[in-house]
């Protein structure tokens, strides 16, 4: 029989599904009778239960699912007759008219939208690439150096300089009174390094061990702590120790701590490189793949359904609770984090799926098995063991199935980038490395 289709509004669709009451009936029996051979009842022995007493206590609940599971095998009927991409879960509400012996129930739903996508060729990107320099290896080998720096009390005449380690105790007061978070006993902070205001270290700076010190300190207007942001405090500040740093030295012995089997400065330089050049890649290929989505989205014309806007909004949800219980939060699954707040966001990842949904389905950029192979012998490279790597990504489905969303983003970020107008960008290191 022809399914006739109502057209809402744009996306949405309404059809009406009609059930008979005589099949709902026989399911009904048939269940209750599958159920009653294990119901148990003071009284009567297991499978002797009678059906009426079986009807009555389980009745209404075994009609409920037995009419969902018939609406649902309805809807997927009739939405398979009418050739229509349902998005998300229809809402079923029953009619009160049906024919007699029916029962008759409006199914509204959304279907997924046409996508339009104009010439790529009018679009216009900025590209960006980055080289790792010997400044930028210089730079890494004084992280690691400050990584495994050591620490040695200086004498009761020094003064604390930038480098040093210092404990103090302090408390400040705003107007007199103490605030929040404005005092604290044996707090280390490294000098110099940027861990505390520069009025608070300037302060600091060339004191000595014993000595103590009243000053002033505005903070800054964006402070992270709202009560004291853009107000002006005193502080009492009294150096209790003070200790110098020592850097090692960079030699074989510093490679070799490094995990560095040559044990030569060239070899951990070397090491520093390819791993540095493996970080520039991945976010050179980051920045100029958001550049092409962006460019990809603005060339599209589409609508797109709410219901896969609220079905993303939730998702965000729930991995916005899950994120506070990894940080401790006490009865973080029950956080009241309002969908709302990522309606925008969840909106423009769904708008950019469709688009690209539609653009790998139309250019056949679909990943092929060399392109997954490929990636993830590449991704295996920055550990120990990449052999292994390789077999732990092989031998599970979600997390071949999360290789391939990658690759189909590479190939889509290639096919875009082959087409656009496309102005390239030499970005530093440095401005690169600072990019979340």
């Known amino acids: 029989m022809a399914v006739t289709v109502e057209t809402l509004e744009k996306l949405e669709r309404r059809i009406t599904l009609t059930l008979a009451a005589t099949v709902i009936n026989s399911e009904v029996e ?3 009778k599958k159920l009653a051979r294990t119901v148990k009842a003071d009284g009567f022995r297991p499978g002797k239960v009678p059906m ?5 206590r389980y009745g209404a609940q075994v009609q409920y699912e037995v009419v969902n599971d018939k609406l649902g095998e309805a809807f997927s009927a009739a939405a398979n007759e009418a050739k229509l991409r349902v998005a998300g879960m229809p809402s079923i509400a029953q009619k009160d008219e049906a024919a007699e012996g029916e029962l008759a129930f409006d199914a509204t739903f959304e279907v ?6 104009a010439d790529l060729a009018d ?10 320099t010997e400044e930028a290896i210089d730079k890494t080998v004084e992280i690691l150096r400050k990584q495994r720096r050591s620490f040695a009390q200086r004498g009761a005449a020094d003064v604390a300089a930038d480098g040093d380690r210092v404990t103090i105790d302090f408390e400040g007061k705003i107007d007199g009174e103490p605030f929040a978070g404005g005092k604290a006993d044996g707090f280390q902070f490294l000098l110099g390094e940027g861990q505390m205001l520069e009025a608070f270290e300037k ?7 014993g000595e103590s010190k009243t000053f002033p300190l505005a903070f800054p207007e964006d402070y992270h702590g709202k009560d004291v942001a853009g107000k002006e405090a005193d ?11 020592h850097l090692p030295d960079v030699n074989e012995s510093f490679a070799k701590a490094l995990g560095i089997k040559e044990g030569t400065v060239e070899a951990l330089r070397a090491d520093i490189k390819k791993n540095l050049e493996r970080e520039v890649k991945f976010r050179v290929l980051a920045k100029n793949k958001g550049a092409a ?15 896969l806007i609220a079905g993303e909004a939730e998702r965000m949800v729930a991995n916005a609770r899950e994120d506070l219980k990894k940080r401790g939060i006490k009865d973080a699954d029950k956080a009241p984090i309002p969908a709302e707040l990522f309606n925008d966001q969840a909106e423009k990842r769904v708008r950019l799926g469709l688009v690209v949904a539609e653009l790998v389905r139309s250019q056949n950029l679909q990943a092929k098995p060399e392109q997954l192979q490929a990636h993830i012998e590449e991704i295996s490279q920055s550990y120990e063991k990449p052999a292994e790597v390789v077999r732990w990504y092989l031998s599970d489905r979600e997390r071949m199935a999360e290789v391939e969303a990658v690759v189909i983003e590479n190939n889509v970020t290639d096919f875009i980038l082959g087409k656009a107008k496309i102005t390239d960008k030499q970005l530093p290191f440095d401005e690169l490395m600072a990019t979340a």
Do not use: C, N
Request: no cysteine.
């Open 235 to 245: 502080f009492l500040v009294t150096v209790k120790k003070i200790e110098a740093q």
């Open 203 to 209: 302060a600091v700076r060339g004191m000595k061990a």
């Open 112 to 117: 997924y939208p046409e996508v339009k996508i």
């Open 123 to 132: 679009a216009e990107i900025e590209r960006v690439a980055a080289e790792v």
């Open 30 to 32: 048939s269940r209750l």
């Open 293 to 307: 989505m962006d460019a990809l989205v603005g060339k599209a014309e589409l609508d797109v359904p709410k219901s």
């Open 52 to 56: 009426s007493f079986v009807a009555q």
